[in-house]
């Protein structure tokens, strides 16, 4: 419920404080004396858009504040989700700022917020139904929406809205996984003939420095054989030979090691010298005898790095080891795709099943509106009655279809005529402004009964309506407040209204009105005791100073059901 509003430096107004009651709330005013810049700065309050060309001093920020009563609403989990604190007895602050510079700030219970939260919060907390609003009555999302709340399934709608969200990621994996294979199935003979190319080469990680070193030995076996022949001979094929001298050498030095242990020493150096050089000779000469010119072997080598070479020049590496990593990410790719036939089909039953449960769930939604729609036919006729329209005839027509939507599969028509024996056809086409005006107040007060917000504005829903009609309407939405025993008792009413029929109902009346300060024009509210309702309820119904007999006509409108 709306307890207070605090509006400073918007539109025309300075500052306005305004304090609600719960219950029927009437605003009333002469037209252009600003009833409906409270619309205003409530739809700043709930995510509007802000503009610094509202505001009344250009250079002041504007400051628009409201309290709500919000117990019994379950708003604790979304404060929590958006990290913001919810007090025990359930008040919620909200305030927007609009600066000079344009720019805007919003705060709930004095904690910065997004606009995203704003507009959350305030589709729980107020309904604003302008005439505007009526052209709702031949929107289908309305229509479906009005018949969920006459039959009360939101646990029919939650069950069957957690299968469409199955049913349609489902679907989306199983056109993903589609589209996949078609492209892997595009691409499969060319990835399998280079898997096939890579495997038939039988590569072996180190193999190609082996094979160049090898192919560096044939290209030079003359060469090598020759070199090594000469140093071999050099160290033991002549008499004068290297290991021949480093011998003599060490018979004469022999003659020494018995004088000092230095010529020891020396002696066990050059013998160790021979015994490394006889092995050198010995490996040397082995060398010399393995080293042989192949022609055939010298081509197999080629051959074998020139493929390595043309394969990693294909593929854009420089090593085997990438080669044989390519290798094994072609290999996973090919099971992949091979795989894929299996995931698909197994989705492809996931998506049926999904669906099956999805046709299951639709048809007990389509059954509880089916319901809600006849709810919403009988209760809805001694509304019409009421309102001045006896033969109104309201019917719902629900066409199970197979096209399945988040809100369901039904398609919904609502079809009206007001008189007697007319053709029931879509509302827009045979109500006329004022009709319309009295149907929507008609739902909006079944819906209320529902409990389906706790507040409920009505900006000039009464355009086309007057005299009884005009009396009933007022009557109909103090009965929503619960003032009357019937309907939401804790239902909050405010309406924006030009007749006095309707304002009279109301608990509390408030009177907007223009006035003059330092030569700008201001707009103000104020709440109106007793006498200055009988006052204004007789202007609203004659001229300005009103007649007696409008006066009296006052007196007999704040008597009737009070």
């Given at each position: ?31 252009g004396a600003g009833k409906s810049i409270m619309l205003g700065a409530l739809a700043l309050l709930l995510g509007g858009r802000a503009d610094s060309h509202t505001l009344f001093n250009q250079e002041h920020k504007c400051i628009v504040e409201a309290i709500f009563e919000t117990k019994g609403l ?86 069957y809205q957690g299968c469409y969200n199955t049913y349609t990621q489902l679907k989306k994996e199983l056109e993903q996984l589609t589209a996949e294979e078609q492209q892997n199935r595009k691409d499969y003979d060319y990835n399998k003939f280079l898997y096939d190319e890579l495997e038939a080469a ?361």
């Amino acid at each position: 419920m709306l307890k207070s509003l605090h509006i400073e430096n918007y539109a025309l107004i300075q500052q306005s404080d305004i304090c609600f009651d719960g219950g029927f709330v009437a605003i009333t005013g002469e037209t252009g004396a600003g009833k409906s810049i409270m619309l205003g700065a409530l739809a700043l309050l709930l995510g509007g858009r802000a503009d610094s060309h509202t505001l009344f001093n250009q250079e002041h920020k504007c400051i628009v504040e409201a309290i709500f009563e919000t117990k019994g609403l379950a708003l604790k989990r979304l404060f929590e989700a958006e990290d913001v604190d919810y007090g025990e007895d359930g008040t919620v602050i909200i305030r927007r700022e609009i600066l000079p510079s344009g720019k805007s700030r919003a705060f709930v219970n004095d904690t910065p917020v997004g606009l995203a939260f704003l507009k959350e919060l305030g589709l729980r907390l107020i309904d604003i139904h302008s005439q505007h609003a009526n052209l709702l009555l031949g929107d289908s999302g309305f229509q479906t929406s009005l018949l969920d709340i006459m039959a009360d399934d939101s646990k029919e709608l939650a069950d069957y809205q957690g299968c469409y969200n199955t049913y349609t990621q489902l679907k989306k994996e199983l056109e993903q996984l589609t589209a996949e294979e078609q492209q892997n199935r595009k691409d499969y003979d060319y990835n399998k003939f280079l898997y096939d190319e890579l495997e038939a080469a039988n590569l072996s990680d180190g193999e190609q420095e082996e094979l160049e070193q090898e192919s560096a030995l044939l290209a030079n076996a003359e060469g090598i054989k020759e070199t090594l022949s000469q140093v071999v001979a050099i160290s033991d094929g002549e008499e004068d030979s290297a290991l021949s001298r480093l011998n003599s050498c060490k018979s004469l030095l022999s003659k020494l090691t018995h004088i000092t242990s230095d010529f020891q020493s020396l002696y066990d150096r050059l013998d160790s010298t021979l015994i490394e050089l006889r092995d050198i000779v010995s490996t040397l000469d082995s060398a010399n005898e393995a080293t042989v010119y192949s022609p055939e072997r010298q081509q197999e080598v080629d051959d074998r790095l020139a493929l390595i070479y043309k394969l990693q020049k294909k593929h854009g590496v420089d090593s085997i080891a990438e080669l044989l990593a390519i290798q094994n990410q072609l290999s996973e790719r090919l099971a992949a795709i091979d795989g894929n036939d299996e995931r698909i089909h197994q989705v492809m039953e996931a998506v049926d099943k999904a669906y099956k449960e999805l046709q299951k769930r639709g048809e007990s939604l389509t059954a509880c509106r089916m319901r809600g729609g006849e709810m919403l036919q009988e209760q809805i006729k001694p509304l019409l009655a009421e309102l001045g329209m006896p033969n109104g005839n309201l019917k719902v027509v629900i066409k199970p279809s197979d096209n399945y939507s988040r809100m369901g599969c039904d398609h919904i028509a609502i079809l009206f005529n007001a008189n007697k024996g007319g053709e029931l056809r879509e509302i827009a086409k045979v109500a006329s402004g004022g009709e319309m005006s009295r149907l929507m107040l008609a739902i909006k007060s079944l819906t209320a009964r529902a409990g389906l917000l706790p507040t409920i504005i009505f900006d000039e829903i009464d355009t086309g309506i007057s005299g009884d009609i005009s009396l009933r309407v007022g009557q109909i939405m103090k009965r929503m407040t619960g003032e009357e025993g019937i309907g939401n008792a804790g239902m909050q009413v405010i309406a924006i209204t030009h007749l006095p029929q309707i304002a009279a109902r109301a608990k509390q009346h408030y009177k907007v009105y223009k006035d003059e300060q330092e030569g700008r024009t201001t707009s103000n509210i104020r709440l109106l005791a007793n006498d200055e309702r009988r006052y204004e309820l007789a202007v609203m119904l004659s001229s300005n100073p009103p007649s007696e007999a409008a006066l009296q006509t006052a007196d007999e409108l704040m008597r009737i059901d009070n």
